[in-house]
C-alpha cells in the first residue's frame, strides 16, 4: 500500500503472488510512505515493513542496482538527493560542485546509513551556491576503496534584479544601491551619464550588507544607468536620475 505524508491512502496492491512486479503510472514527484506486508506459503502475516521513498521520476526492475543522483533549486539553496540499493558496500558519498563542470570542489561527506540492501534515499543541501551555473556530482565510495561516479546535474541561478534597489530616485546629493541579497559575492559598480561617460566606479571582493553610498555632489542634473557586474560573470543595470532643482 502507497500512501501521501499524510497517510492518504493512494494505492493498494492486493494480493500479491511469486514476485509480481508492480507499474505505478503518473505519480507525480514527492515522498511517500509504503507498506509492505508478507505472508508465508500458509497465508499467515510474517512482517510489516515501512519504506519512506522519495520518487523522481525514474522506474526501476526488481533486482537492478539502483544509482540515482539529482539536484534542484530549493528557494536560495539547492538540494542535492540520491537514490542506492547497494548499502551492503557502500562506505559514504561525497557530493561535489563546479562552476564549470570541469573543476570540482567538495562540498559534503555522508557516510553509508545501513548495511542492507534495501532503497534507501540520502538528502543534502548547499546552502551557498553561485551565481549562474553550478554543476553537481555524488562519488559512491565502495568499502573495498573502489568508487563509482554519478550523472552530473546542472542548477542555474540567475540574478533577481527585483532584489536590487537604487535609492533615493529620483537623487540629488547622494544615492544608495543596495545589494545585500548578494553578500559574500565579487562585485563591481560603474555609473555612466546620458553620453556614455563614466562618472563613478567601485569594486568589492565582497558585498557587505549595508548599502553602496556614491556621492552625486558634482552630478549634473539628468538621467544615468548603473551598472553592475556580479561575480565577473553577471552584467545588469539600473537608472535613477538626479535632481538638482
Given at each position: 500500500?502507497?500512501?501521501?505524508?499524510?497517510?492518504?491512502?493512494?494505492?493498494?496492491?492486493?494480493m500479491l503472488l511469486n514476485n509480481e512486479p508492480q507499474t505505478l503510472e503518473n505519480l507525480p514527484a514527492g515522498s511517500y510512505i509504503v507498506s509492505v506486508q508478507t505472508y508465508d506459503a500458509g497465508f499467515n502475516?510474517?512482517?510489516?515493513?515501512?519504506?519512506?521513498?522519495?520518487?523522481?521520476?525514474?522506474?526501476?526492475?526488481?533486482?537492478?542496482?539502483?544509482?540515482?543522483?539529482?539536484?534542484?533549486?530549493?528557494?536560495?539553496?539547492?538540494?542535492?538527493?540520491?537514490?542506492?540499493?547497494?548499502?551492503?558496500?557502500?562506505?559514504?558519498?561525497?557530493?561535489?560542485?563546479?562552476?564549470?563542470?570541469?573543476?570540482?570542489?567538495?562540498?559534503?561527506?555522508?557516510?553509508?546509513?545501513t548495511a542492507n540492501n534495501g532503497a534507501f534515499n540520502y538528502f543534502e543541501s548547499d546552502l551557498e551556491p553561485f551565481l549562474g551555473e553550478n554543476f553537481y556530482r555524488l562519488t559512491k565510495v565502495h568499502t573495498?576503496?573502489?568508487?563509482?561516479?554519478?550523472?552530473?546535474?546542472?542548477?542555474?541561478?540567475?540574478?533577481?534584479?527585483?532584489?536590487?534597489?537604487?535609492?533615493?530616485?529620483?537623487?540629488?546629493?547622494?544615492?544608495?544601491?543596495?545589494?545585500?541579497?548578494?553578500?559574500?559575492?565579487?562585485?563591481?559598480?560603474?555609473?555612466?551619464?546620458?553620453?556614455?561617460?563614466?562618472?563613478?566606479?567601485?569594486?568589492?571582493?565582497?558585498?557587505?550588507?549595508?548599502?553602496?553610498?556614491?556621492?552625486?555632489?558634482?552630478?549634473?542634473?539628468?538621467?544615468?544607468?548603473?551598472?553592475?557586474?556580479?561575480?565577473?560573470?553577471?552584467?545588469?543595470?539600473?537608472?535613477?536620475?538626479?535632481?538638482?532643482?
Open positions: 500500500k502507497i500512501y501521501d505524508n499524510n497517510w492518504n491512502p493512494l494505492f493498494d496492491s492486493g502475516s510474517i512482517c510489516n515493513e515501512l519504506y519512506y521513498p522519495s520518487w523522481t521520476g525514474s522506474n526501476y526492475l526488481s533486482g537492478e542496482e539502483i544509482f540515482d543522483f539529482r539536484a534542484q533549486k530549493n528557494g536560495r539553496e539547492v538540494r542535492t538527493y540520491w537514490m542506492t540499493n547497494t548499502e551492503s558496500k557502500n562506505d559514504h558519498f561525497i557530493v561535489e560542485r563546479s562552476t564549470d563542470g570541469i573543476n570540482f570542489e567538495t562540498i559534503n561527506n555522508v557516510n553509508s546509513i573495498d576503496g573502489s568508487e563509482e561516479l554519478s550523472v552530473v546535474r546542472r542548477v542555474v541561478f540567475d540574478l533577481d534584479l527585483s532584489a536590487t534597489a537604487v535609492f533615493p530616485n529620483p537623487a540629488t546629493n547622494e544615492v544608495y544601491i543596495d545589494l545585500q541579497d548578494f553578500e559574500g559575492r565579487s562585485a563591481t559598480i560603474s555609473i555612466f551619464n546620458h553620453l556614455g561617460q563614466r562618472m563613478d566606479f567601485k569594486a568589492f571582493e565582497a558585498i557587505q550588507p549595508n548599502p553602496i553610498r556614491f556621492d552625486l555632489s558634482k552630478y549634473t542634473g539628468g538621467a544615468y544607468t548603473v551598472y553592475i557586474n556580479m561575480d565577473g560573470t553577471k552584467n545588469f543595470a539600473r537608472k535613477f536620475i538626479v535632481s538638482k532643482l
